[in-house]
């Protein structure tokens, strides 16, 4: 695993001095080998981790035999033994996966070589000979890759906080993408929160032509649509079903396997974790190490589980007891450890496991992906059951009622009257107004699964825009070109998460978290094969007799009895609520400030100064929404003093 970073400048505004900065501050995702290389106009910088060849013949950036072709590459491409047979009578220089797919590139195009990829890669290809330079990202998103318009440059990387080694003028904040950080908790792509900055998509060649006017025009081509896979396995059996879905599982696990140094896997001792465990054990000759972290509040800890599957696996299982006092250590880091802003606080267990495991291995497989592929989100049925219970209401009744329930005077009245336990989560009956109003209003099942994923459910209300009110983006939740092909409605839900929630955030709260320490996370259960054929088979094969994940724990019980897993899905959470009420108020109110949001004139300062003051008095849990704006706050503190570090040195 590695970190890519590259430029474009046709009338030299960027050296290669400054590529070697902005490359070194990836080196906590390549700390074993550095490099440049540079022609003309283009220059590339690359940091390794050695994971496959350890030998000097990995280095990047690398030529292909022919001298056409110089490419930086950061992930893993696992076939690459077979495409490597495929391409024949080559001089092979060494034994990594970076020459056979380059060496690829060069035999059959970037196009028609990356649909022969299976893995995760984020690679820039600079074809000489046609004056082109291609970006690529894997078809699920699991590698980053930025681009952008730097005052007529082209710069890409695998991290976007790389722009801050450069000594012009950093690009300005991209206030949609703020909007959009406030309503999903992570920046969606294409948008990051740089003006003039895109993530390249999952899926996609983005292609540009260098003797062109601009170079920073892309060319953005689709590979892979998930889509595509759609029904294709609508009669199979069930028998039938387990048993290929088992055969793709079993093949993703074990060339998942291939390193040239030390392997474990993470173990939560949920269903994903646990089945990737299972086969990953039945695969290996010895026992695999696996890792967990326990906490000492029991409502958030999962270590006695992990602990009951390791045993029955027979793994060598590490575990780690956290205090309160090593998340909150932990807290600091965050800012640093994401190029953007990101608010999805379960990346800070996903951090602390990372650093476990980072010591006794450079490899760990992930569990990461089942839910969206096999239904598992608790939210897919709720929406279906509140959905059924409202939807014979007119819409202009439900428009009303939504009015109602979200004014003023009578939020007011309900301030502090707390709801009784079978409401659910206790809060208090205001709290749970705001939320209901959002439900009520939506016009379709749709608009209501829109509204119960979003945080701030008005966030252009929050951001300060210039002469115009800013607008919200659009994203794959309300684009029905990505999604309208499935029919039922838990599977539509399911492929938004899958092309938006699961890139840009669960895979992007894995990757800072692993590379941060210099871990590398693979992914068995998000290799196409796999995302392909269970796309492909019908909803009951997903849920079935109100239970999810049907087909995966018929698999399971394979392996664990079910009473080792069958318990309610408990998620990888912190305490936030409590926490902005003790520990961290004071670190909160600081960022928090009237003054210092006035000054900074991003966000509003009324609201947010409001939900502060209601989460302070129990008027409600507003812990996920304060903490978007901490996020983003604390990430704005940490951007000036990196700027200020770089305007010394």
């Known amino acids: ?47 390794r981790l050695a994971v496959i060849d350890l030998s000097v013949e990995g280095h990047q950036p690398m030529l292909s035999a022919d001298g056409r072709f110089a490419m930086v ?52 290809v600079y074809d000489r000979a046609q004056r082109q330079l291609w ?47 406030l309503r999903f908790s992570y920046v969606p792509g294409p948008l990051s929160i740089y003006e003039g900055f895109h993530k390249v998509p999952p899926g996609c ?37 387990e048993a ?164 003023a005077p009578l939020r007011a009245a309900t301030r502090g009257i707390r709801t009784p336990a079978w409401m659910g989560r206790r809060s208090t009956l205001s709290d ?3 939320h209901a109003a959002g439900v009520v209003g939506a016009a379709d099942i749709d608009a209501l699964y829109f509204s119960l994923i979003s945080h701030w459910k008005n966030p252009t209300e929050l951001v300060i825009g210039g002469s ?28 938004k998460d899958l092309l938006s929630y699961l890139p840009h955030d669960i895979l992007t709260k894995v990757d800072r978290a692993s590379m941060n320490v210099s871990l590398e996370a693979r992914v068995p259960l998000l290799d196409h094969r796999v995302v392909e054929f269970c796309l492909g088979l019908p909803d009951h094969m997903l849920k079935r007799s109100g239970q999810t994940k049907w087909l995966l724990k018929r698999l399971l019980n394979r392996y664990v009895p079910p009473t080792l897993i069958d318990r309610p899905k408990q998620g990888f959470g912190v305490p936030l609520g409590d926490w902005l009420r003790g520990p961290l108020r004071d670190w909160a109110g600081d960022l928090l400030n009237r003054d210092r949001l006035d000054r900074e004139g991003y966000l509003r300062s009324a609201p947010v100064v409001q939900a502060f003051e209601a989460h302070q008095r129990g008027d409600g849990d507003w812990s996920a929404y304060l903490w978007d704006v901490l996020m983003f706050q604390s990430w704005l503190e940490a951007r000036g003093q990196r700027r200020s570090a770089s305007a010394a040195s």
């Open 1 to 47: 695993m590695c970190g890519i970073v590259g430029a474009v400048s046709p009338q030299h505004r960027i050296s290669e001095a400054e590529v070697v900065a902005m490359t070194d501050l990836l080196a906590h995702r390549g700390p074993d080998d550095s490099g440049t290389w540079a022609e003309a106009d283009v220059i590339l910088g690359h940091r």
């Open 73 to 124: 590459y950061n992930g893993e491409v696992y076939n690459f033994a077979e495409l490597r047979r495929t391409l024949g009578g080559i001089a092979w220089r060494g034994g990594s996966d970076s020459e056979v797919i380059l060496e690829a590139i060069a035999r059959w195009g970037v196009e028609a070589a990356v649909s022969r990829f299976v893995g995760m890669f984020a690679l820039a």
């Open 135 to 181: 970006l690529v990202r894997d078809r699920l998103g699991i590698k980053p890759l930025y681009y952008g318009d730097h005052q007529g440059d082209l710069l890409f990387a695998s991290e976007l906080h790389v722009v801050d080694a450069l000594a012009s003028p950093r690009p300005s904040i991209n206030r949609q993408a703020l909007v959009a950080l």
């Open 205 to 241: 060649t983005v292609r540009f032509d260098l003797d062109r006017e601009p170079v920073v025009a892309p060319v953005i081509t689709r590979y892979w649509n998930p889509a595509a896979a759609l029904g294709v396995h609508a009669l199979i059996s069930d028998e039938e079903a």
């Open 244 to 407: 290929q879905l088992l055969a793709h599982l079993r093949d993703a696990v074990r060339c998942r396997m291939i390193a040239d140094v030390p392997l474990g896997a993470f173990l939560s001792g949920g269903i994903d974790s646990t089945l990737i465990c299972a086969l990953l054990q039945e695969a290996s000759d010895a026992p695999i190490k696996t890792f967990t972290i326990g906490f000492e509040q029991r409502a958030f800890d999962e270590a006695e589980h992990a602990r009951a599957v390791a045993a029955h696996l027979g793994t060598d299982h590490h575990e780690l007891y956290v205090s309160p006092d090593d998340m909150l250590a932990a807290v600091t880091k965050l800012p640093e450890m994401c190029d953007e802003p990101f608010s999805d606080a379960s990346l800070l267990p996903t951090y602390l496991v990372s650093s476990m495991a980072r010591s006794t291995v450079t490899v760990a497989l992930s569990g990461d992906g089942g839910d969206e592929l096999f239904g598992g989100y608790l939210r897919y049925a709720l929406t279906e059951r509140l959905w059924a219970a409202q939807k014979w209401i007119p819409n202009v009744l439900r428009g009303g009622l939504a009015s109602m329930l979200s004014s």
């Open 432 to 434: 749970k107004l705001y």
């Open 468 to 495: 115009q009110p800013v607008r919200e983006p659009e994203s794959i939740y309300n684009d029905p070109s990505h999604w309208s092909a499935a029919q039922e409605p838990s599977r539509r839900f399911a492929i």
